[in-house]
């Protein structure tokens, strides 16, 4: 017997029936987009920052009658959450702002799951606003890759995650704006740095800005607070840095390009380049005149200081500058100032030799032991046996002490050294 084909009501009712079972499948999966997917993948490795403050409260009444002389006031621990961080190693290692965790008494880290952990400070580089924090939990944690990202392209969709309150995550969606920019706070200026339309406040400061395939592209920071639909994020490279210095050294060591630089109407000029410094090894000399230091056009010392605070050792700056007349441009692969460079430096720029000192009474020092014909020394008076007490604002008990010091005339427009001859002190400066 043959069988009779359904008639045509019936197959339209079918065929109703499985598109109705099929729209929400293709409904589900369009709305599934690589937003979505980034969030659900990575959402748990962001985590939550509180921390505690310690704060004198008095008591109105007595205060009124004694003022605070008798009463010194009680120590109230206040708890405030503050931010976002992101878990970048599945150990506990977490990176945010350094503002975030700026005076705090004890932080605390709250995960996806509504658990809170208290945390040490492994850290903070105040001059990129980060900060390193670990916690210690009884498991693998999901944690964001450092390590690896391609670099942002202007246009590119971005996704900033936060978790303001550690029980639910904030997601704002935007654009990278630009590259490289700075940022003038009320105390120091930020170089370098991602600008994205994506929503960034303080909920969501310290988390991750990430691209559509899930890569790190920065960690948001809320510094700048003027500008709606303004916001900005620490690009990836420079956090892995400084979350390696930090973990490695406890610290991180500023750029050192070992040039001294002045001040004049056309521009900064370099007036000293240190032996064996990068500033050396790029082909730089006394008498070239700097235009241009990475992005960022120079006018004067201070704009070369500030793009040298926003960088980091073994990172390469492009340099245009201009050298009798001609422009030029070249590269600097900045390094880190070591003390073992500083008797070269000493005698070259300052034309003597120092050592350590013993003197009676177990009193302990730095001595000029010579002095070279011709340098800064001798046209200031130095004599081999005076005693070097200060060099700027750090006092010498030892040659290491010099050395130490030395360093940090780079980052000034002069040098201040207090001498001591026969008991009675002197105060010369040295201005370039």
């Known amino acids: 017997m043959s069988r009779r084909l359904p008639k045509p009501p019936l197959l339209a009712a079918l065929a109703a029936t499985l598109l109705a079972a099929a729209a929400p499948a293709a409904a589900s999966s369009a709305r599934r987009s690589p937003v979505v997917r980034v ?13 505690t403050q310690l704060r004198i409260r008095r008591d109105p009444f007595f205060e009124e009658f004694f003022g605070s002389f008798f009463e010194p006031g009680r120590r109230v621990e206040t708890r405030a959450s503050l931010g976002s961080g992101i878990i970048v190693d599945p150990a506990g290692l ?13 932080i605390f880290v709250g995960l996806e799951d509504e658990e809170t952990l208290p945390a040490e400070l492994v850290g903070t580089d105040a001059t990129a606003d980060l900060a390193v924090l670990r916690i210690h939990a009884d498991r ?12 942002p392209m202007i246009g590119e969709t971005v996704i900033a995650i936060g978790n303001p309150f550690g029980l639910s995550h904030t997601v704002t969606v935007g654009v990278v704006s630009a590259l490289d920019r700075s940022i003038r706070t009320e105390d120091r200026v930020y170089h370098r740095f991602l600008q994205t339309d994506a929503s960034i406040n303080p909920g969501n400061s310290g988390g991750p800005l990430l691209n559509v395939d899930g890569e790190l592209v920065g960690i948001n920071t809320a510094i700048y607070a003027r500008g709606e639909g303004i916001g900005f994020a620490i690009p990836r490279p420079r956090v892995e ?8 050294e406890g610290w991180v060591a500023p750029a ?15 007036v000293y380049v240190a032996p064996g410094s990068p500033a050396e090894r790029a082909g730089f000399a006394p008498g070239d005149r700097l235009a241009k230091l990475g992005r960022v056009a120079v006018d004067g010392v201070d704009d070369v200081l500030a793009v040298l605070a926003g960088s980091l050792p073994r990172e390469d700056l492009a340099v245009r500058f201009v050298r009798r007349g001609r422009r030029r441009e070249g590269k600097i692969r900045l390094g880190s100032y070591r003390p073992e460079r500083a008797d070269a430096i000493c005698r070259t720029l300052l034309g003597m030799a120092v050592a350590d000192w013993r003197g009676r009474g177990g009193r302990r020092g730095v001595v000029v032991q010579r002095v070279f014909e011709g340098g800064w020394a001798e046209q200031a008076g130095i004599r081999p046996g005076d005693l070097v007490r200060a060099l700027g604002q750090v006092r010498l008990h030892r040659k290491a002490d ?3 010091a030395l360093g940090l005339v780079f980052s000034q427009r002069s040098l201040a050294l207090e001498v001591e001859r026969d008991g009675v002190g002197y105060l010369l400066r040295l201005q370039w």
């Open 402 to 404: 010099f050395d130490d």
């Open 94 to 106: 977490v990176v945010t702002n350094a503002h975030v965790v700026e005076g705090a008494h004890r």
């Open 140 to 151: 693998r944690l999901n944690a964001i890759d450092l390590t690896r990202g391609a670099p």
């Open 256 to 270: 050192w390009a070992g040039w001294l630089l002045h001040d004049r109407s056309e521009g900064p000029v370099v």
């Open 241 to 248: 840095r400084v979350v390696h210095a930090l973990t490695t």
């Open 39 to 51: 969030v659900q993948r990575l959402a748990s490795a962001v985590v939550n920052i509180s921390t």
